[in-house]
Protein backbone atom coordinates (compact mmCIF):
# COMPACT_ATOMS: atom_id res chain seq x y z
CA UNK A 1 0.00 0.00 0.00
CA UNK A 2 1.13 3.45 -0.47
CA UNK A 3 1.72 5.21 2.39
CA UNK A 4 0.76 8.77 3.24
CA UNK A 5 1.89 11.54 5.66
CA UNK A 6 0.98 15.02 6.47
CA UNK A 7 2.67 17.43 8.11
CA UNK A 8 2.00 19.44 10.66
CA UNK A 9 0.26 17.31 12.46
CA UNK A 10 -1.64 20.33 14.11
CA UNK A 11 -0.96 24.22 13.10
CA UNK A 12 -2.10 26.88 15.17
CA UNK A 13 -3.02 30.07 13.27
CA UNK A 14 -5.19 33.25 13.27
CA UNK A 15 -7.99 34.35 11.12
CA UNK A 16 -6.45 35.72 8.17
CA UNK A 17 -3.18 33.43 8.17
CA UNK A 18 -1.70 31.71 5.49
CA UNK A 19 -1.62 27.46 6.20
CA UNK A 20 0.46 25.66 4.44
CA UNK A 21 -0.06 21.91 4.43
CA UNK A 22 2.42 19.16 3.09
CA UNK A 23 1.83 15.99 1.91
CA UNK A 24 3.80 13.13 1.07
CA UNK A 25 3.73 9.93 -0.58
CA UNK A 26 5.95 6.52 -0.32
CA UNK A 27 5.94 6.22 -4.10
CA UNK A 28 5.09 8.15 -7.29
CA UNK A 29 1.58 8.97 -7.92
CA UNK A 30 1.50 11.69 -10.55
CA UNK A 31 -1.38 14.16 -9.56
CA UNK A 32 -3.64 11.15 -8.14
CA UNK A 33 -3.90 13.53 -4.94
CA UNK A 34 -7.41 14.71 -3.15
CA UNK A 35 -7.31 17.25 0.01
CA UNK A 36 -10.50 16.47 2.35
CA UNK A 37 -11.84 18.95 4.70
CA UNK A 38 -13.28 17.38 7.62
CA UNK A 39 -15.21 19.36 10.76
CA UNK A 40 -15.85 17.78 14.31
CA UNK A 41 -18.63 16.07 14.20
CA UNK A 42 -19.51 15.91 10.32
CA UNK A 43 -18.12 13.77 6.91
CA UNK A 44 -15.24 14.80 4.57
CA UNK A 45 -16.10 17.34 2.18
CA UNK A 46 -13.91 17.25 -1.41
CA UNK A 47 -11.54 20.36 -1.48
CA UNK A 48 -9.21 19.72 -4.41
CA UNK A 49 -8.44 16.99 -6.59
CA UNK A 50 -6.20 16.19 -9.26
CA UNK A 51 -3.34 17.86 -6.97
CA UNK A 52 -4.70 21.32 -7.41
CA UNK A 53 -8.50 21.42 -9.18
CA UNK A 54 -10.85 23.02 -7.35
CA UNK A 55 -13.86 21.45 -6.57
CA UNK A 56 -16.71 23.28 -7.75
CA UNK A 57 -17.82 25.84 -4.72
CA UNK A 58 -14.52 25.64 -2.88
CA UNK A 59 -13.77 29.09 -2.07
CA UNK A 60 -10.25 30.19 -4.28
CA UNK A 61 -8.46 30.99 -1.19
CA UNK A 62 -7.92 27.35 -0.83
CA UNK A 63 -5.15 25.62 -4.06
CA UNK A 64 -3.41 22.62 -4.13
CA UNK A 65 -0.19 22.19 -6.15
CA UNK A 66 2.52 19.09 -6.35
CA UNK A 67 3.09 15.68 -8.66
CA UNK A 68 5.26 12.75 -8.27
CA UNK A 69 5.70 12.62 -4.02
CA UNK A 70 5.46 15.81 -2.58
CA UNK A 71 2.08 17.79 -2.62
CA UNK A 72 1.03 20.85 -0.32
CA UNK A 73 -2.49 22.31 0.41
CA UNK A 74 -2.23 26.41 1.07
CA UNK A 75 -4.66 28.65 2.63
CA UNK A 76 -4.84 32.18 2.03
CA UNK A 77 -6.42 34.81 4.43
CA UNK A 78 -7.47 31.57 6.83
CA UNK A 79 -11.42 32.32 7.84
CA UNK A 80 -13.16 30.90 11.13
CA UNK A 81 -14.92 28.62 8.94
CA UNK A 82 -11.61 26.76 7.89
CA UNK A 83 -10.51 26.03 11.27
CA UNK A 84 -10.60 21.94 10.33
CA UNK A 85 -8.87 18.86 10.02
CA UNK A 86 -7.57 18.24 6.69
CA UNK A 87 -6.58 15.26 5.15
CA UNK A 88 -4.29 13.77 2.06
CA UNK A 89 -5.66 10.69 -0.19
CA UNK A 90 -3.66 9.26 -3.02
CA UNK A 91 -5.68 8.14 -6.08
CA UNK A 92 -3.01 6.20 -8.04
CA UNK A 93 -3.27 2.74 -6.67
CA UNK A 94 -5.31 0.29 -4.84
CA UNK A 95 -6.06 1.02 -1.71
CA UNK A 96 -7.10 4.22 -1.63
CA UNK A 97 -5.02 5.28 1.19
CA UNK A 98 -5.29 8.51 3.11
CA UNK A 99 -2.85 10.74 5.14
CA UNK A 100 -3.65 11.12 8.92
CA UNK A 101 -4.55 14.45 9.31
CA UNK A 102 -3.52 17.97 10.09
CA UNK A 103 -5.72 19.85 12.34
CA UNK A 104 -6.00 23.94 11.88
CA UNK A 105 -6.83 25.27 15.01
CA UNK A 106 -7.52 28.90 16.26
CA UNK A 107 -4.32 30.32 18.09
CA UNK B 1 -26.62 16.89 -6.36
CA UNK B 2 -26.54 13.36 -4.62
CA UNK B 3 -27.55 12.94 -0.93
CA UNK B 4 -25.99 9.98 0.92
CA UNK B 5 -27.93 8.65 4.71
CA UNK B 6 -26.30 5.75 6.14
CA UNK B 7 -28.22 3.54 8.58
CA UNK B 8 -28.05 0.78 10.59
CA UNK B 9 -24.98 1.21 12.76
CA UNK B 10 -24.85 0.45 16.38
CA UNK B 11 -23.95 -1.56 19.13
CA UNK B 12 -22.36 -5.36 18.64
CA UNK B 13 -20.68 -7.93 19.90
CA UNK B 14 -17.90 -9.31 18.76
CA UNK B 15 -18.15 -12.16 15.90
CA UNK B 16 -21.85 -10.90 15.31
CA UNK B 17 -22.89 -9.63 12.83
CA UNK B 18 -24.24 -6.42 11.25
CA UNK B 19 -25.82 -4.26 7.61
CA UNK B 20 -25.07 -0.86 7.15
CA UNK B 21 -27.57 0.43 4.22
CA UNK B 22 -26.94 3.63 2.27
CA UNK B 23 -29.51 5.23 0.41
CA UNK B 24 -29.22 8.15 -1.98
CA UNK B 25 -31.91 10.97 -3.46
CA UNK B 26 -31.29 13.97 -5.30
CA UNK B 27 -29.84 12.32 -8.40
CA UNK B 28 -29.17 8.86 -9.56
CA UNK B 29 -25.86 6.87 -8.31
CA UNK B 30 -27.04 4.06 -10.75
CA UNK B 31 -23.90 4.96 -13.34
CA UNK B 32 -21.35 5.45 -10.56
CA UNK B 33 -19.36 3.20 -8.40
CA UNK B 34 -20.01 3.38 -4.60
CA UNK B 35 -17.40 2.79 -1.27
CA UNK B 36 -17.68 2.58 2.11
CA UNK B 37 -14.90 4.53 4.24
CA UNK B 38 -14.48 4.53 7.92
CA UNK B 39 -12.90 6.39 10.88
CA UNK B 40 -12.18 5.12 14.35
CA UNK B 41 -12.87 7.78 17.00
CA UNK B 42 -10.75 10.54 17.02
CA UNK B 43 -8.72 8.44 13.89
CA UNK B 44 -7.90 8.96 10.20
CA UNK B 45 -9.68 7.89 7.09
CA UNK B 46 -9.69 4.22 5.87
CA UNK B 47 -10.74 3.05 2.91
CA UNK B 48 -12.87 -0.33 3.58
CA UNK B 49 -14.82 -1.67 -0.03
CA UNK B 50 -16.10 -0.22 -3.47
CA UNK B 51 -18.20 -1.93 -5.76
CA UNK B 52 -18.75 -0.56 -9.72
CA UNK B 53 -21.75 0.88 -11.05
CA UNK B 54 -23.29 -2.38 -12.02
CA UNK B 55 -22.85 -4.26 -8.84
CA UNK B 56 -20.92 -7.08 -10.89
CA UNK B 57 -17.29 -6.27 -9.61
CA UNK B 58 -16.29 -5.41 -6.11
CA UNK B 59 -12.65 -5.02 -3.79
CA UNK B 60 -12.27 -4.73 -0.26
CA UNK B 61 -9.24 -3.60 2.39
CA UNK B 62 -7.60 -6.20 3.62
CA UNK B 63 -8.43 -5.81 7.18
CA UNK B 64 -12.03 -6.63 5.83
CA UNK B 65 -11.19 -9.28 3.49
CA UNK B 66 -13.35 -12.17 3.71
CA UNK B 67 -15.81 -11.03 6.54
CA UNK B 68 -16.98 -8.06 4.88
CA UNK B 69 -19.56 -7.74 1.45
CA UNK B 70 -20.76 -4.85 -0.03
CA UNK B 71 -23.46 -5.30 -2.50
CA UNK B 72 -26.18 -2.68 -4.08
CA UNK B 73 -29.42 -2.13 -5.26
CA UNK B 74 -30.39 0.37 -8.09
CA UNK B 75 -33.51 0.34 -8.59
CA UNK B 76 -33.78 1.43 -4.84
CA UNK B 77 -30.36 3.57 -5.11
CA UNK B 78 -29.51 1.66 -2.10
CA UNK B 79 -25.69 0.70 -1.18
CA UNK B 80 -25.00 -1.89 1.43
CA UNK B 81 -22.32 -3.18 3.89
CA UNK B 82 -23.02 -6.67 5.41
CA UNK B 83 -20.55 -6.88 8.10
CA UNK B 84 -19.88 -10.39 9.46
CA UNK B 85 -17.42 -11.66 12.73
CA UNK B 86 -17.04 -8.49 13.86
CA UNK B 87 -14.02 -7.40 15.64
CA UNK B 88 -13.19 -4.69 18.08
CA UNK B 89 -11.20 -2.85 15.87
CA UNK B 90 -14.42 -2.64 13.30
CA UNK B 91 -15.21 0.36 15.57
CA UNK B 92 -15.64 3.22 14.00
CA UNK B 93 -18.17 5.85 12.06
CA UNK B 94 -18.87 4.03 8.72
CA UNK B 95 -19.44 6.54 5.56
CA UNK B 96 -21.01 5.84 2.35
CA UNK B 97 -19.40 7.87 -0.82
CA UNK B 98 -19.68 8.28 -4.32
CA UNK B 99 -17.20 7.58 -6.54
CA UNK B 100 -16.84 10.20 -10.34
CA UNK B 101 -16.59 6.95 -12.36
CA UNK B 102 -18.30 3.53 -13.00
CA UNK B 103 -15.41 1.01 -11.57
CA UNK B 104 -14.82 1.03 -8.23
CA UNK B 105 -10.82 0.87 -8.75
CA UNK B 106 -8.68 3.55 -8.99
CA UNK B 107 -8.02 6.46 -9.89
CA UNK B 108 -11.12 6.95 -6.79
CA UNK B 109 -12.78 10.89 -6.45
CA UNK B 110 -14.74 10.30 -3.48
CA UNK B 111 -17.67 12.98 -3.63
CA UNK B 112 -20.13 13.36 -1.75
CA UNK B 113 -20.06 11.57 1.41
CA UNK B 114 -23.01 10.84 3.87
CA UNK B 115 -23.11 11.67 7.37
CA UNK B 116 -21.95 8.31 8.57
CA UNK B 117 -22.98 5.89 11.08
CA UNK B 118 -21.38 5.10 14.17
CA UNK B 119 -20.95 1.11 14.69
CA UNK B 120 -19.45 -0.27 18.13
CA UNK B 121 -18.07 -3.59 18.36
CA UNK B 122 -17.62 -4.86 22.49
CA UNK B 123 -18.52 -6.83 24.72
Known amino acids: DIQMTQSPSSVSASVGDRVTITCRASQGISSWLLWFQQKPGKAPQLLIY???TLQTGVPSRFSGSGSGTDFTLTISNLQPEDFATYYCQQANSFPATFGPGTKVDIK | EVQLVESGGGLEQPGRSLTLSCVASGSSIDDYAMHWVRQAPGKGLEWVAGISWTGASTGYADSVKGRFIISRDNAKSSLFLQMNRLRPDDTGFYYCTKDSASGWTPPNLFDPWGQGTLVTVSS
Open chain 1, 50 to 52: AAS
